[in-house]
């Protein structure tokens, strides 16, 4: 992208502030960059939870060999010109500082070629003083390498987390960009290791793939307005992603909200889409704290696109104490494939994808539908959605056989066991 440095109007309006607090905030920044530059391609490698490494491989538009100086030099940018550009804003960045600010506090390398150019350019600095420059032989794109962060500022790295703590944070950086990109291959690589390898998809498979888990989709769209929702049937509760443009924000009063309406789901991604002029993301200089216009409509959107939500759902706690006494009794699950419980003189094995299918099916979705929605072998239900489920099958009109005919169940009576064992039943 062509550099431009921005006139001191524009600069005075950007809020400037530190962006580099560890790690995690420039792996973003240089995340965004690669986003930014339409990279179809992301590959992240770190050492050390990123205080010894840090590398952003892009196959984006990359930068003009005589714009890669400008880059560095703080003040400049490629993303905006003028004051209205602020208002329309498409791109992650635009305050052009964050590879200035990584530049000052680290050894960096950083290598683009432009795609409108045949060779690359490398350029090396040290603590914001470039130290070479040469042209190199390279595919179209950006590599970032940045070492030793804060190797100049001994009591900000002295204030680092624990390795562990630095790479956590990593994490989830990475998975919130992953997830508003779904279109993006993304790949990391932590201490010489793959951690994750995602492919193209939707926002759907993204989240299955960055989460492990399956997820329900649910949208509703109110022009100019747009939500979706993924929803995971696991029971481990976690605080709840929040996008707006494909960006992940921050915005308290939302948060509590999903957490408030979603109820005891697992984990919850929103993703919301909506014009950029009704919203105001220069509150914060990190980009991350967001002021939305209209959020009384996006919280009713939000609650519209709950109300399609249709395949298994956690029980209320009341409800369970309820119905306990009647119901199967839930022994565990083996191997997240077989729930095994007690009823009547039986033990039964139930298999979860099949019962799964059943139930969905049981609630008017077509053979088809019911196992696509349905749980797999392998995941992870819970003991809460395994009772739900063993509730339900006393309830359906056929307990014995899933929509494609196989059985649901194998059961033991329990005379037999005993008998086995030397007992009286
Ligand atoms: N991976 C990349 N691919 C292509 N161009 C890049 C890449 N990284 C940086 N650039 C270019 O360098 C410029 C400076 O990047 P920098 O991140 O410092 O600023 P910015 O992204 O414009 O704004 P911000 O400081 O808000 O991130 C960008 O505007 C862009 O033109
Ligand atoms: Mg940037």
Redesign the pocket.
């Known amino acids: ?3 431009n440095l921005l006139p001191e109007e524009v600069r005075s309006h950007i809020a400037s502030g530190e ?1 580099i607090e560890g790690p995690a905030e420039c792996l973003k ?2 995340l ?3 986003l ?2 339409e ?1 179809t391609r992301v590959e992240v490698e770190i050492v050390k939870g990123g205080k010894r490494f840090i590398g ?1 491989r ?1 196959n ?4 003009p060999a005589e ?1 890669l100086p400008k ?2 030099l ?1 003040g ?4 905006i010109r003028t004051l209205e550009d602020l208002q329309n804003l498409h ?11 990584i530049s000052l506090v680290s050894r960096m390398v950083i290598r ?1 070629r432009f795609y409108q150019e045949e060779v690359g350019r490398e350029v090396r600095v040290e603590g914001g003083k470039v130290t070479s420059q040469r042209a190199v032989g390279m595919q179209v ?2 590599h ?1 390498e940045v070492y030793d962060l804060f190797y100049n500022l001994p009591l900000r790295k002295a204030f680092l987390g624990k390795e562990d703590r630095e790479r956590r944070r990593i994490y989830h950086i990475f998975k919130a960009l992953a997830l508003a990109n779904p279109s993006v291959f993304f790949r990391l690589e932590a201490e010489g290791r793959e951690v994750f390898r995602l492919k193209p998809g939707d926002i759907r498979e993204r989240a299955e793939e960055v989460f492990e888990e399956r997820m329900e989709h649910l949208s509703f769209e109110e022009k100019p307005f747009r939500v979706d929702l993924l929803l995971s049937l696991g029971n481990t509760r976690k605080v709840p992603f929040l996008f707006v443009n494909r960006r992940p924000v921050h915005n308290k009063e939302l948060i509590e909200y999903l957490k408030k309406s979603v109820g005891r789901w697992g984990l919850c991604i929103c993703h919301i889409s909506m014009p950029p002029y009704l919203l105001d993301v220069n509150v914060h200089p990190k ?1 991350t704290e967001v002021r939305l216009m209209k959020e009384g409509k996006i919280r009713e959107i939000i609650r519209e696109a709950l109300r399609n939500r249709h395949s298994l759902r956690p029980p209320s706690l009341s409800q369970e104490r309820a119905v306990y006494a009647q119901d199967p009794e839930f022994v565990g699950i083996i191997d997240n494939t077989l729930i095994v419980a007690k009823y009547g003189d039986y033990l039964y094995f139930f298999d979860q994808h099949l019962l799964s299918e059943r139930y969905n099916y049981e609630m008017g979705m077509s053979a088809e539908e019911a196992c696509g929605m349905s749980f797999k072998a392998g995941d992870r239900l819970g003991r809460e959605l395994a009772r739900e489920l063993l509730r339900r099958w006393l309830h359906f009109k056929n307990r014995e056989v899933c929509p494609h005919g196989r059985p649901i169940y194998y059961r033991i009576y329990l005379g037999e066991l005993y008998r086995k064992l030397g007992r009286e039943y």
């Open positions: 992208m062509r550099v962006v920044e240089l965004e960059n690669s930014d530059a990279a952003v892009d984006g538009m990359g930068i714009d880059a560095l703080g400049a940018t490629s993303k791109t992650y960045g635009y305050r052009g500082e964050a590879l200035h600010a683009s794109g950006t970032v980009k």
